[in-house]
């Protein structure tokens, strides 16, 4: 009886300064600007140490050190204190975030706007999120209030004002989300960095050059060699049910290796995904909940102990780094691969930086190329009468090949590209692919700048956003909006050409590699590698669904991983005759 009393005189006494503390630490901390995973871990060793402090001082004031009971008072009284600054903590947060936000005004689910948590709790369930924030945008009309300090856009006239060249501004704070212990600024990849001028002096350092005009002309033997060995293995396989996704990231990660690191992974050769990348894969379908909560992710991989499986994966990039250097040292000829030209420049970079660039590297070089192929071959085996009009396309670009001279030090892989590079309807096929079912799905995060931005609309007025906001556009939802495409859902290549320019009626709303300074900047090489892979196959292979596929799984069965992780298909690969 006691020991209760003792609690509720602590409650009686300190109950209300504990209310008011709690308030307090939400109206003049954790409300005023953005709170990243820095701010969570202070805030957390802080609370142990008061927690701390609280508990031994209560053991000392209420008997010796060894006595249990004084032990139990203690952390029933810190208990007690916790939940009285937590629950006033709380309140205040979810009382603001609803009724008194300076984003209250905007609509949207009343869940959504006290808390991002179910969003999180959702996708770990379904993991459709574009879905989701699509059906808001139904429901709710063009701007919607997605979390506390976010909003989802669904205009192709945000586009420009959020990613566009001129665009003040900034990456989101999910750019932080594997951020543990480091230098937030320079201790990352150029992917992870929100700072526009860090990001622009990295990105110029190591990546514009590799990616200019000559190195992606470099690249495209490799490309070619590449795919043409896995043709090769395909042979082996044709009349069979072969898994598309599956069989598209052998292809697409060996690319990635020869062009990337100057050496297969030999998916190919054994027909199974090397397991030192089943990590990348894993690790991207964990991003879904990420993308929500990316300060706590950030915390969590802070704590010791956390993230053990990153930093095996980060080992096993360091090594990759150190062969290649040690085999450019005794290479007489430097390679041509993307690592070889980059290592000159990063010299002056951290350890750390080092081998962010590395797994960057691995990890936007292999899936995202096999989306857009594995949705390419989805449609044509849905639709034979495309199919074959591309085919009819590969045939007459081959004939003129066996007429033609090639140009003076052209190689035969060079010959071949310059042949397929501009033709309109392999183009026509890409860019519809890359419309319809983008490899990212969802929006790309973006923060305001502190003077806000105004969202024109198709009434001629414009809609002000406040700064320090969290805003996004659906890359989906908007390139299949009907405002924007005549029938949306329909994989139309023609829309690209001159034959149905019409059914394209506002072209800003095409940004599968969004724009503007935080750009894709392997662009360029991913065209290459659709154009090649596409133009390859099909001119060698007739592809149907397998027999009792329908599709649907591909189409139902998509989950948003940041990059798309696609539902199983089953296609027949077969020989042309």
Known sequence: MASFLDLLDTVKEKGPLLAAAGVSAHVFYWSRGERGAKEARAWVYANLMVNTLALLTTVNNHGSWTSIYAWLLGIGKVFIINICFYVSLFASTLTYRAFFHRLHHFPGPFSLKLSKFVTGYENLEKNRNFERVWNLHRQYGDIVRTGPQELSILSAEAIDVIYGPSSKCTRGPWYDRLKGSGDFTHDYAVFHMRDPAVHSQRRKALWDKVFSGRALKSYQPMVIRTTEKFLDALMHRV???????????????DIMGVVGWGYSFNNIETWELNPSLSFVKNMRNGQHVMVHTPWLISLLMSLPGAGSAIREYGNWIQDRIQEKRKQEEVNEVPGEDI??????????????????????????????SSVTMSVIIYHLALNPFIQRKLQAELDSAAAKRQ?????????????YYRSISSLPYLNACVSEALRIQPP?????????????????NDKGTTTFILGDTIVSVPI???????????????????RWTDEKPDWIMNKAA?????????????????????????AMLFGRFDVRLADGEDGRRFREETRDTFVANLGELKVVFSKRR
């Not at 290592?343 to 590297?361: Q, V």
């Not at 990212?440 to 105004?454: A, F, L």
């Not at 969004?514 to 290459?528: D, E, H, M, N, Q």
């Open 239 to 253: 009349n069979q049910p072969l898994s598309v996704p599956s069989t598209m990231s052998l292809l697409s990660y």
């Open 339 to 368: 690592m070889t030209r980059m290592l000159p420049s990063m010299r002056d970079l951290s350890t750390k930086a080092l081998y962010s660039e590395g797994e960057l590297l691995v990890i936007a070089g292999g899936d995202t």
């Open 403 to 415: 007429t033609e001279s090639a140009l003076p030090n052209e190689s035969p892989e060079d010959t």
């Open 440 to 456: 990212v799905h969802g929006g790309i995060q973006r923060k305001t700048p502190p003077e806000g931005i105004h969202i024109p």
């Open 476 to 494: 989906l939802p908007v390139q299949n909006d009907p405002r924007y495409y005549r029938n949306p859902e329909e994989y139309v290549p023609e």
């Open 510 to 534: 095409y940004f599968p590699f969004v724009g503007g300074t935080y750009s894709c900047v392997g662009k360029g090489l991913a065209y290459i590698e659709l154009r090649v892979v596409v």
